[in-house]
């Protein structure tokens, strides 16, 4: 057998060798690092992870047989939870390896339930620092029924919230509320509640 023979078989053995060996998978384990429940999607599935749970799956990269293809893939990865706000993003995924992703908290949040027994017509919110609400989180049309429960994300800080209930003269403000990320503050509001830590 000549050079060029052997030179020939030498690359068949090769390729063959990476056939066998190369890998058209990667793991990709998404975390739910943040302290509330995660649900989005992860390559169009749906996820629901409690904090602290994982989602586990193999991602194929693309290769064929005979055929080297891309050694990575990029996985998107949306969804948002009550710490986190909602996101779309990628991770890249290698094949023969393991890509850790992990969601992690940017927001602080206030569960508002209306424990009275008129419903919420507004909720509007404001730095303890600040002069002026925002915009209802309600819209023009939409109110929050007693037994009912909005939650609302909020970035690190001393805030004041505004609910609206009954008719349009009846206001009531609760006022500094401390928001840290990660943290949930559950209110179940009544007229004249006053948030105490």
């Known amino acids: 057998m000549g050079r060029n023979g052997i030179g020939a078989l030498v690359a068949i053995a090769a390729l063959a060798a990476c056939l066998a060996g190369c890998s058209q998978e990667g793991k990709l384990v998404v975390e739910n690092a943040g302290a509330s429940e995660f649900q989005g999607t992860v390559e169009n599935t749906h996820v629901t992870l409690d904090p602290g749970a994982s989602y586990r799956t193999s991602i194929y990269i693309g290769k064929s047989l005979a055929i080297i293809g891309p050694t990575n893939i990029k996985v998107a990865i949306n969804g948002s939870s009550e710490t986190k706000r909602a996101f779309s993003d990628q991770a890249e995924v290698k094949g023969d390896e393991t890509t850790t992703y992990r969601i ?8 508002l339930a ?9 909720i509007s919110y404001k730095l303890c620092s600040e002069t002026s609400f925002s915009v209802s989180l309600l819209g023009t049309h939409k109110s929050l029924s007693p ?3 909005v939650a609302i994300q909020l970035d690190a800080g001393c805030w004041d919230i505004l609910v609206n209930y ?32």
């Open 166 to 197: 009954g008719r349009e003269e009846l206001l009531d403000t609760i006022t500094a509320i401390p928001i840290d990320v990660g943290h949930v503050i559950n209110i179940h509001w009544v007229p004249g509640y006053v948030y105490t830590p």
């Open 104 to 111: 992690i908290d940017d927001v602080g949040a206030v569960n």
């Open 147 to 149: 037994g009912s429960s």
């Open 114 to 122: 209306n424990a009275y027994s008129l419903a919420i017509n507004e």
